[in-house]
């Protein structure tokens, strides 16, 4: 369980964790067993549901306003010195000539044009979203307590449910944020009684992860490739 953080950007893949012998990637034949398991409805959901975090996103808008800021200053700075009998920079001169004189079709207008609405664009997809991807929403037990789960953390819990199933050598959990993807390697035993007791275990880890939203489960039971 972690407390809430404030990174500048939450876009980053879902949280993986693998476990297998010897640290290898195995090979993998075709014969597989799948199954899906769905969340709760929300009606039979457990109360204490809570939001998404929302990132700080200290660094863009240092930006912006360090941009701002200096932008404004040198503004301010020529417009009193052209009050004081001086003469305006020359930067100032170029600009106020360049927008008289150039039309709206100009290639550099245009260009500067789209340059400053990605920007908006950019800005509001910022201000809009929450971010924080990697950090899961719990269940609110107390109204004014907030806890989030990593990803990689809820990812490696089920790995190490899944390993504890009798016949599985190796299995790989993806988190995402609406669904778990995993996909095991069995040794032995038929395939399909691997994946119901990896069901019955990885709803259950689920379930108990506390989370305000839980995901939904997929899960891919296969053979080692034969060697030789």
Request: glycine letters at 8%; proline letters at 5%; a neutral charge.
């Amino acid at each position: 369980m972690t407390e809430p953080h404030d990174p500048d950007d939450g876009t980053r893949r879902p949280a993986e964790a693998e476990a297998g012998e010897h640290g290898s990637v195995l090979a993998l034949d075709q014969s597989a067993s799948a199954a899906a398991y769905d969340p709760a409805p929300d009606k039979e959901r457990p109360e204490g549901g809570a939001g998404r975090f929302w990132s700080a996103r200290r660094i863009p808008a240092g930006i912006v306003a360090a941009v701002v800021l200096g932008a404004s200053g040198l503004l301010l700075y020529d417009v009193a010195a052209v009050r004081a009998g001086h003469s305006a920079m020359q930067w100032r001169r170029t600009l106020a000539d360049e927008l008289a004189t150039r039309k709206l079709d100009d290639v550099w207008v245009l260009t500067g044009a789209s340059v400053a609405a990605a920007l908006g664009l950019w800005l509001l997809l910022l201000a809009l979203t929450p971010g924080l991807r990697d950090l899961l929403p719990m269940r609110r037990e107390h109204t004014d307590v907030r806890a989030g789960l990593d990803r990689t953390a809820a990812a490696m819990v089920l790995r190490d449910r899944a390993v504890e199933v009798a016949g599985v050598q190796s299995v790989r959990v993806r988190m995402g944020r609406s669904k778990v993807e995993v996909r095991a390697v069995a040794h032995f035993r038929e395939l399909d009684d691997v994946r119901a007791d990896l069901d019955t275990v990885l709803s259950t880890g689920i379930r108990e992860l506390g989370l305000a939203r839980q995901p939904s489960l997929s899960v891919h039971v296969r053979r080692p490739a034969k060697k030789g």
